[in-house]
């Protein structure tokens, strides 16, 4: 079975486990159910803006505030945004699964 992006549930419940702190700004993320503060809610982070979405290489678990910052915006280019400058983001500080997937691929 799988969802909208066409990953399976059984691969969404392995990145939920491997990112438990967002890939990118390494808080710690709340389940959206729970509460709290939206911009701390755990989001299904498509790493290419492109698919395929349908695997632990290109999908990881960001925050809600780091989610939106991105958009739709490439990962290289968002690297350069202020949101990233403030909070020390980049292909450097990333945790694994984005390092991975920019090794992966060139263009993202
Ligand atoms: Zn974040």
């Not at 799988?2 to 990118?24: A, F, P, T």
């Not at 292909?91 to 699964?97: R, V, Y």
Request: glycine share 4%.
């Amino acid at each position: 079975m799988s969802n909208k992006y066409g990953i399976s549930e059984i691969e969404l419940v392995k990145i939920k486990e491997r990112d438990k702190l967002c890939v990118y700004c390494h808080k710690v993320m709340e389940d959206p159910r729970s509460g709290g503060l939206r911009n701390d809610w755990a989001t299904i982070e498509h790493m290419n803006y492109l698919p395929p979405w349908n695997n632990h290489n290109t999908v990881a678990m960001c925050c809600f505030s780091c989610n939106s910052s991105r958009g739709k915006k490439k990962l290289i280019d968002w690297f350069k945004t202020s949101y990233c400058a403030d909070r020390n983001i980049n292909n450097e500080t990333a945790a694994q699964p984005v390092k991975g997937f920019i090794k992966l691929y060139r263009d993202c």
